[in-house]
């Protein structure tokens, strides 16, 4: 991708928020756009590079600090890196953000945990609620939000379209598409 400058995106947020369907449908319009794109999601990861860890929070850092490497290789190299995962230290999300070579866009993809628990497709939300799930972030785990993310999308306000024109305008404002 001679010339094209690379960057991540990285949504984060807790289960059920909308991260994997948000980051498919920014990751199909770049794609349009000519973009070469790597989605990293955290599910397909955790079975495929992080397989055998576990949900302590030295295995969740593990996790994500395996996606963030991915990710800056990715994006170093002229790729825009999507990464969603839920993510749920500031600390080591901060962590990824320094080590970062090119741009490093953190998008919180923030849902009232009423509204997760309500729409709960796989039932884990049910499930953690009954302590059936241990470490669950954001019933027996914490989550900690971003601070200050350079985007926040509110999926329990705005259809997806509306949320990833937010994200498209944000990158175009900033010369990156």
């Known amino acids: ?25 920014v990751a199909t319009e770049l794609q349009k756009r000519g973009h070469f794109v790597e989605r990293l999601d955290g599910d397909e990861v955790r ?3 992080s397989h055998g860890l576990g949900f302590s929070k030295e295995d969740r850092n593990e996790n994500v600090r395996r996606i963030g490497f991915v990710a800056r290789l990715l994006s170093r190299s002229g790729a825009v890196a999507i990464a969603a995962a839920i993510s749920p230290y500031r600390e080591i999300r901060e962590e990824i953000r320094r080590e ?32 059936e799930i241990a470490n669950f972030s954001g019933i027996s785990d914490p989550y900690e ?8 999308i509110y999926t329990d306000r705005e259809p997806v379209d509306a949320s990833c ?13």
Do not use: N
């Not at 741009?103 to 884990?124: H, M, N």
């Not at 024109?165 to 598409?177: N, Q, S, Y």
């Open 1 to 25: 991708m001679a010339g094209r400058k690379g960057f991540t995106l990285w949504f984060t947020g807790l289960s059920g928020a909308g991260k994997s369907t948000l980051s498919q449908a």
């Open 47 to 49: 079975q495929r590079l």
């Open 100 to 131: 970062h070579d090119a741009p490093f866009i953190e998008i919180f993809v923030d849902c009232p945990l009423d509204t997760l628990v309500k729409r709960d497709p796989k039932g884990l939300y049910a499930r953690a609620l009954r302590g």
């Open 145 to 152: 939000a971003p601070a200050s993310p350079e985007i926040t």
């Open 165 to 177: 024109g937010t994200i498209l305008t944000w990158l175009e404002a900033r010369d990156l598409i």
